[in-house]
Each structure stands twice: as C-alpha cells, then as structure tokens.
C-alpha cells in the first residue's frame, strides 16, 4: 500500500467536495436572490430559507477550503513513513475477522478512499478507532469503546 497514493486520494476526494460545495453555494445564493424566492406575503419564508441555506453552504464551503488548504500544506508530514501511529500514518488493522485499512489525518476524518482496488478509511485522533490506536506500533493490541477487541498488523 502506497501512502503518497491514499494521500493523493483524500486530497483529490476533498477537492472535488469542495468544488460542489461551491457549486452548491452560488446556486443557493443565486436563489435566494431571484425573482422567484421574494416574498409574496408576510407568511411567505421561502426567501429567507433561501438565504439561511445558501450562507449555510457557503459556511461549508469555507470549512472544505481550509481543509484542502492544511492538507496541502502537510504533504510532507502525512507522507512520511511511520513506525508507530502518529497523524499521516497509514495502519491495517485485524478487527475480528476482518483486516482494514486506516489512514490517520488531521481533517477528512469519515471519508473512505478507494486506493488500487483497496477500501481505506479516513480517521481522525479523535475519533474512537483513532484514540484507541495512537502511539501504538505493529503488534499492538487495542480495544474499541464497545469492546470489540482489535490489533495493529501493520503501520506504514
């Protein structure tokens, strides 16, 4: 499994995120702003909806910017090879009978990436998986808040 590859992907995955999140918010606002949405009496909310949605989308839009923006800038740090899990590392991980692969980032988390064929997950530190395996290396055994057992079998 190659990290720059998974790197590659969530940027690549957040970019276009970000690209509909723009899209999404020019036409919320071009309607909120049209013709179409005034109000047609004191009852009438359709405008105002319009414009909680289209700030709304622009608020997700400036969240995905900078999320694309400290992606870009960790490149280095998230591409580096790893021995233990720290942010930028890459791990498989036996949970039952199943072996997964994470990829430890600092925004992203939820996102899952196909990379050559192969499902990788996007966590956080601060999600349960990633609290429960930071600072742990290959061998390590950890269990998840709902006691499900699981073990590191391999840290890139």
Known sequence: MNKTEVYEALLAQMKHELESAVGASREAADYATNEESRAESKYDTQGLEA????????????????????????????????????RGALVQCSLGRFKEWFFLSPV??????????TEVTVITAHSPIGEAITGKATGAEFKLPNGAPGKITRVV
């Open 51 to 86: 414009s909680y949605l289209a700030a709304g989308q622009a608020s997700q839009a400036r969240a995905l910017a900078e999320a694309v923006n400290q992606l870009e800038g960790m490149r280095g740090e998230l591409c580096a090879p790893r021995e233990s899990v720290l």
């Open 108 to 117: 992203g988390g939820g996102e899952t990436l196909d990379v050559d064929g």
